[in-house]
């Protein structure tokens, strides 16, 4: 799927875009490569304005999306008050509605995928949410959404699902023409540049704004390939692999051409960001310049950026790190997907100990304050009760992955989530 994409699988349509949101970086293009300095290494994976720009081009239905981050808002469509009681530290993002991405949010109302699957904040977490129809005479669609938790023992991290499909299509990975089409209708907009940019929209201030794929432009796609839309089992090996009786702990990583990419980009005759990258390091253009402007974005607040059309206000995160979550010891293994309510007698009885709570959203994605604190007065002077009792144990019990060294100092320390310290043993993960 790379940054964003879209593949078929026996019928069934999968969608989805790789990432976090920050909206630091959300307009920049893709320029980072290896080697990575402190600064490259965290804004690779966050999300760019163009990959969300080209799925919203997208018209065509879509059955499963994926997304690392959570939807901004999808917590107020399921059982919001067992996530806080498993997670008390996403209180106050969840009552600012200001957790999870704003972009993943967009792309939720555009898109209205049948079920949405994402990952990032390590809880097990379901919800139903009823999309608003534009007309009468338009059926309403309805998304179902599902995180899970952490790989480790005792936690909540495998469910399956099935998924209605065409059982006479082949069982190899197809090429969707739709998103084949956008792709070659935005390549244009291509940018290996740090540089804040954005997307063409119809404000007067671009002479195109549209850039979905007509019927026509999906025809030729279809007989570019000949009507066989089968993706090629091409994998070619691009780094050796590792030995452990050779260990080599300070090899630098390099730059790497993926064949695949190449040949895919030179089948569809779209712009091959690797090699554009490549290109600009080789012609000596931006490597200085990514290494200067990265030192001044490391030592500055970034203030000569556009303002953003999403909120950069990070003060309220809950997270010491904006990019990393502070797990909580408390529920680890208790299960969200139980329903508060009855499901909708619409909703399949096989999911409604998955699936809870169906809501009309609104375009905006917004809630109102009384809603994001689930306001019953029973439920208001609980809230004032245990967030004092929260803010009292969590000054007094270490939370996970902090501790003091070697002189009797301690203090939080960050969490380094992506390495192999997250999948420790049973014993580990108890004693945490």
Not at 255 to 280: K, M, S, V, W, Y
Not at 343 to 372: C, G, K, L, Q
Request: glycine share 6%.
């Amino acid at each position: 799927l790379g940054y964003a994409g879209v593949v078929r699988f026996r019928g069934v349509r999968i969608g989805g875009i790789s990432g976090i949101f920050k909206s630091h970086d959300y307009r920049k293009g893709h320029f980072e490569c290896p080697p990575y300095n402190q600064q490259t290494i965290r804004s690779a994976y966050h999300v760019r304005n163009i990959e969300v720009f080209k799925l919203k081009q997208l018209k065509r239905p879509i059955d499963i999306f994926m997304s690392h981050d959570w939807p901004r808002s999808i917590y107020h469509y399921g059982n919001k008050k067992q996530l806080l009681k498993m997670k008390s530290f996403f209180r106050q993002e969840v009552e600012s509605n200001t957790l999870g991405s704003p972009a993943a949010s967009e792309l939720l109302q555009h898109l209205k995928p049948t079920y949405w699957f994402s990952a990032h904040l390590h809880v097990k977490f379901a919800a139903f949410m009823q999309h608003q129809t534009n007309s009468k005479e338009e059926l309403p669609k309805a998304t179902k959404f599902l995180a899970l938790d952490k790989c480790l023992p005792h936690r909540d991290f495998l469910q399956i699902i099935d998924v209605e499909h065409d059982p006479s299509a082949g069982d190899s990975l197809e090429y969707d023409a739709e998103w084949i089409a956008v792709l070659k209708a935005t390549n244009s907009l291509v940018n290996v540049t740090q540089s804040s940019w954005n997307m063409p929209e119809k404000n007067g201030l671009h002479a195109k704004w549209d850039y979905s794929a007509t019927e026509e432009a999906i025809k030729e796609v279809l007989e570019e390939l000949n009507h066989n839309l089968k993706i090629p089992c091409n994998f070619t090996l691009t780094a050796a692999c590792y030995d452990p009786s050779k260990p080599q702990k300070h090899l630098e990583p390099v730059h790497t051409i993926n064949p695949q990419t190449t040949e895919f980009c030179a089948q569809f005759g779209l712009t091959d960001i690797n090699d554009r990258i490549q290109q600009a390091k080789e012609e000596g253009s931006v490597r200085g310049e990514c290494e200067e402007e990265d030192e001044e974005e490391m030592d500055s607040t970034g203030s000569a950026e556009e303002p953003s059309e999403y909120n950069t206000d990070n003060s309220g995160l809950s997270s010491i790190n904006p990019d990393e979550i502070m797990l909580d010891e408390e529920g680890g293994d208790e299960d969200l997907s139980t329903c508060s309510v009855d499901p909708s007698p619409d909703h399949p009885p096989d999911f409604s100990a998955s699936f809870s709570d169906i809501r009309i959203m609104p375009d905006s994605m917004a809630v109102s304050s009384d809603d994001a604190m689930d306001s019953t007065n029973e439920d208001l002077e609980k809230a004032g009760v245990s967030k004092q009792v929260e803010e009292k144990s969590l000054n007094e019990r270490p939370l996970k992955r902090i501790g003091g060294n070697e002189n009797g100092n301690s203090g939080i320390k960050k969490i380094k989530r992506r390495n192999q310290a997250i999948y420790a043993a049973e014993d580990e993960d108890k004693t945490e």
